[in-house]
């Protein structure tokens, strides 16, 4: 068994970007490198740099057509359109860029890399992992990778008979309840915002019985995602008894993301984090979602630091609120003037409210299927 949880990371996203317009043109990986180490939370025994990912690994989820095409348009920097329109490379949503097959690969690479770390026990944090909207066969929602997929895969291939994946982007998982649905020894659980894009995981989906989805309206605060946590997270996996976590810990439910419209604070994530610790012998934790660097580097900051059992401090040492400060995010109203606490603190600050009846009938139509 692991002594110590491992944070799987890479360089390959310090200078790796979309393209200047796009959402996932901000650093995060890196700013949750830099942040965690200027606390003195990741020292080097605990860092572990990512392997790429082969491109006949990657067949275990991605058809060999795909991977292919994939490489090639990195290689060339441009696609066809033929291309384009059978692999939905070159898009909008999934531009080319020069990175576009190894940044992924990485974050695929960690996480397989993950699985076989964690075959006897453990906890591994890889935040470059968490793009759950990849499809076999095409590029989905900035996704050029299914790499959660493949983290569960590579968890039963080292052992794990029973996988529960625990999904809190604001974004339903569709590329992963694609590959377990009906399946018995996976049991997903998604807590996602309604009426938002793919629009899928409706709370009547269910995938053939494996999956457990909650649609939230908007707004959705602390108190009613204590109570999404209390009454359906923790004993859905507890019922399941599974061998292994994977949390998705993406971040784009938070208060101040651009791409939702829910309310949470950091605070929800770190609560969630720590109910599964130690609900299994093996946990990892994957990034995913989040398009404010300040609250994604945060964020998963803090979530390494639940998984280390770290003291929060109540005001960043100088170094760390440096990292923070050095941030831009050019082409959003939020990069102008950014406040005060996103620089000087990691914990937001909670935000509490009234628990709406709709999402309490929702967990009980979902809680009746346990």
């Not at 909650?214 to 209390?230: A, I, K, T, Y």
Request: proline share 7%; charged share 20%.
């Amino acid at each position: 068994m692991l002594k110590q949880p491992l944070f799987i990371g890479s360089e390959i996203y310090r200078g790796s970007s979309y393209g200047g317009l796009h959402p996932l043109r901000v650093p995060r990986v890196s700013t949750v490198m830099d942040l965690s180490r200027a606390l003195g939370w990741l020292p080097d025994a605990q860092y572990v740099t990512s392997p790429r990912a082969k491109p006949k690994a990657l067949w275990a989820f991605h058809t060999p057509e795909y991977v292919s095409a994939l490489a090639r348009a990195e290689r060339r920097g441009v696609v066809s359109d033929l291309e384009r329109d059978q692999f939905q490379l070159g898009t909008h949503s999934n531009p080319v860029f020069a990175e576009m097959f190894r940044r992924p690969a990485t974050g695929a690479g960690g996480v397989m890399l993950a699985g076989e770390l964690l075959s006897n026990g453990g906890i591994v944090h890889v935040p470059g992992g968490g793009t759950h909207h990849g499809m076999p066969d095409r590029a989905n929602g900035f996704c050029y990778l299914n790499d959660p997929v493949l983290a569960i895969k590579s968890l039963q291939h080292h052992g794990a008979e029973r996988v529960a994946y625990i999904d809190i982007d604001a974004h339903h998982p569709d590329g992963v309840e694609v590959e377990f649905s009906v399946d018995p020894s996976v049991r997903m659980i998604s807590v996602h915002e309604e009426k938002r894009w793919p629009f899928t995981g409706a709370l009547e989906e269910t995938a053939g019985g494996s999956s457990f989805n909650l649609p939230v309206p908007r707004g959705l605060n602390d108190s009613e995602m204590r109570v999404v946590q209390e009454e359906l997270i923790v004993p859905a996996v507890d019922i399941f008894a599974p061998d292994a976590i994977v949390l998705q810990c993406g971040s784009d439910a938070i208060e101040e993301d651009p791409l939702s419209r829910l309310s949470l604070s950091n605070n929800a994530h770190a609560e969630i984090a720590k109910s599964l610790m130690n609900m299994s012998p093996r946990l990892m934790v994957l990034g995913g979602g989040g398009y404010n660097p300040w609250s994604v580097g945060r964020c998963w900051t803090r979530i390494w630091g639940v998984l280390n059992d770290q003291k929060m401090p109540t005001r960043l040492s100088k170094n760390a609120e440096s990292v923070l400060r050095d941030l831009r995010f050019e082409g959003n109203s939020r990069g102008r003037s950014p406040p005060e606490h996103w620089c000087t603190t990691l914990a937001d600050q909670p935000n509490e409210g009234p628990i709406r009846n709709e999402i309490r009938a929702r967990i009980d139509a979902l809680r009746a299927r346990f």
